[in-house]
């Protein structure tokens, strides 16, 4: 099968450039059209709307955003961007771009029993947090400052509310990496075979095959 292009150019999203630093066969499988099951609850799905709608609506009415600290000042959300590099088009939809007098804040909404610390947090999340960093940048949202997880935690349950604690965790910026990645991208979807692979789908694909 040929690999996916459009106007000869290999497009990828945000989260799909982080599947390739867990798995390159699989990145390799996705170029060719061939994705992994994706298992995302649909309640995530629309805490994530309800969280961006209320910071629309408070954006709007003037009211405080309660994890809007200082002097930033949120001027998107859902901001679709995209940028080309080693003949990648990487394309990403922000859940929040906030400019401070300093630079900007890249924003990614997070549901959770409770907030990461700083060093999962880093390791879950820096390589799509660089990325959405690196759209905004090379779309003339300069410097990009910072990137920061808002955690949403369920604290109080009623029959009809429910509260939620919220947490906001920094994150590394490393554009280098992004870069990096892209060029990684495009010179493994050239490839003619697969890579190996080594995250568990591949390891199970490999346990079944040997039953069939």
Request: proline share 4%; aromatic share 10%.
């Amino acid at each position: 099968m040929e690999t996916n292009r459009v106007n000869g150019m290999i497009e990828v999203s945000v989260s799909v450039l982080g599947e390739l630093e867990k798995c390159e066969r699989c990145f390799w499988l996705y170029t060719r059209g061939v994705h992994k099951p994706q298992l995302f609850p649909s309640v995530l799905n629309a805490m994530d709307k309800l969280v961006k709608e209320d910071a629309i609506r408070r954006t709007r009415s003037g009211e405080m955003i309660r994890w809007l600290h200082g002097d930033g000042v949120l001027i998107g959300i859902d901001k679709q961007l995209q940028a080309v590099h080693g003949g990648v088009m990487l394309k990403g939809i922000l859940d929040g771009l906030v400019k401070r007098r300093d630079g900007y804040v890249v924003i990614d909404f997070k549901t959770s029993a409770s907030p990461y610390d700083l060093n999962k947090a880093n390791h879950y999340y820096q390589t799509q947090m660089s990325a959405y960093a690196y759209l905004c940048e090379a779309n003339g949202y300069r410097p990009v400052v910072r990137g920061e997880l808002i955690f949403y935690c369920p604290s109080i349950l009623s029959d009809k509310t429910a509260t939620f604690e919220i947490f906001n965790v920094p994150t590394i910026i490393d554009m280098d990496k992004v870069e990096k990645l892209l060029e990684r991208a495009n010179m493994i979807a050239q490839m003619p075979t697969p890579p190996a692979g080594s995250c568990e789908w591949c390891r199970y694909r490999e346990a079944a095959a040997r039953y069939e």
